[in-house]
Structure formats: C-alpha cells, structure tokens
C-alpha cells in the first residue's frame, strides 16, 4: 500500500513542482540572471542543480540521468558564468512566488498543507540521494506557500533520485532508459528529443535493448520489456514510500485535499506541456 500511496502522491505534486520550468515568471527571472531566453535548458539545469552549486558536466549528466552527456556540455558550466548557484537559488524562490500568487491568487492559506509536506520532506531518508539531499539542506522558506513548493521539490527529487536506482538496477543505461519507456507507451518518441540524443544513439539504444528481448524490430515493448518497466515503476515507488510512511495515510490525504486547488489551478493555467515525458496518467504498475 505505501508504494500506490507514493504512486498517488506524486501525481499530486509532480505538476505543482513542475511549474517551475515552465513559468512565464521563472524564464523572466532566469533571463534576469544572464541566461538564454530562447532555450528551456539554461534554467532548467540551473534551476534543479543549483542546490547542489555549481555543479559540473559529469555531475549533472550523474543527476540528470536521461540526458545526453553532450546536451548538458552544452549548458554546464556555462550557465554558472551568467550567474551563481545562489543568485540562482534566490531567483528560484522569486520565480515560484511570482508563479503561485498567479495561480492562486489571494487563495495563499496554505499553512497547513506546507506544514504537512515539510514534515513529510524532512522524514524523508536521502543517502544515496543527492538532488533530495541537496534541497534538504536547504532553509525552509518563511512563507507557506513557498515552504509547501520547496517541500514538494524535496519530495519529488527524493522520488527521482530513487528511479534512477531502479534504472540501475534494471540494467538501463541513459538512453536505454529512454527508449524503454517510450516503449511501453508513456510517451511518443518524439516527446524525448530535448533529452539530446542523436536518431544514430536511439537507435543504437533499440538495438541494445532487442539484444536482450525487450523491444520487438518496432520499438515497442515485448513481455519481458513490460515486466521490466514495471519492475522499475514498482521499485521506485517502493523507494520513494518512506516519506508518506512517516506521514501517515491520514496525513496524506489531507494533504492531497488541500492540494487539489492548486493542482487544478495548475492544469487550468495551460502551463504545463498537454504530453510530457514523465508517463503521468499513462503508466499503470499492475497489481
């Protein structure tokens, strides 16, 4: 049950995370900051790694792990030349401020769901889990609505960084992790072309992958291919279960009760991509 649970809990706070990278707010600070506007990727990668300071090509490509090794170099380290992790971090905060003020409007109460999602981030166990850990340390901001997004990041972060030890254990490498996902039907394929891989490395990938039975001469996942994304989704969500464990059921449902208007604010806005490439609503692990 804690493994549906952290299932359904992301889903409530993956969007509301996720606004970040696709705020209006957030591209006019981050081209406040020096960066490209014409590109999401700049502040992407600022935006998530700046915790972690002014973190190299090698440790990002670490923790950013479906990303082609050469699209980061293309933004790592030059991003930390336009501005520091802390300039970063602080227009981080401006940008969500920005953002859920326009989203919710004088509806800010969100003391008791920040109040929530705080004690559930900070339950939350992060060796081994850096991008968690990194965003852990961070001080947890005085307003509510600001300490409820930070915890939020925490908590998906601590899921992400889980996944890609099921990744791992799966014996997926970056691009193989990619193709079988996209394989299963969680996205269409050219839904991973930010992710920077060259049509010659996908289908280099596809061939690994068939090597071992998993994809048929299509691309598209065979039993065993299925059985092992589900594998993957099902460690990841055992992983990610602690946090909510700590919560409690009652506590997280409350929490996704309080949740629900600004996730509906969210799908409301527009903001976020109509497809995305994180399978929300499309991948199911079966019982």
Known sequence: MSGQLARQMWHQIEPVHATLYFSPAAFEESAKLGHDAGSRWPSYF????????????KLVTATCYSFSPTMIAEYVPAIWAAAGPVQVLDARLRAMDRTLRALLGDHLDLKEA??????????????HRPLAAANLELPWPQEPHLALWQAYTVLREHRGDGHLTALQAAGLDACEALVS??????????????????????????????SRGLVDADGLATSAGRALRDQVERLTDDLAAGPWRALGEA?????????????????ESGMLPAESTLGIGRIQVSA
């Open 46 to 57: 600022a935006w998530r790694m700046a915790p972690l300071g002014a973190a190299g090509p």
């Open 114 to 127: 920040a109040g929530l999602a705080v004690r559930a981030a900070e339950s939350a166990q992060v060796a």
């Open 181 to 210: 996902f996209a394989s299963v039907g969680a996205a269409p394929v050219g839904n991973f072309a930010g992710r920077g891989w060259s049509a010659e490395e996908w289908a280099a990938a596809r061939d690994r992958l068939a």
């Open 251 to 267: 506590g997280a449902e409350r929490l996704a009760h309080l949740n629900r208007p600004l996730l509906g604010a969210v799908f």
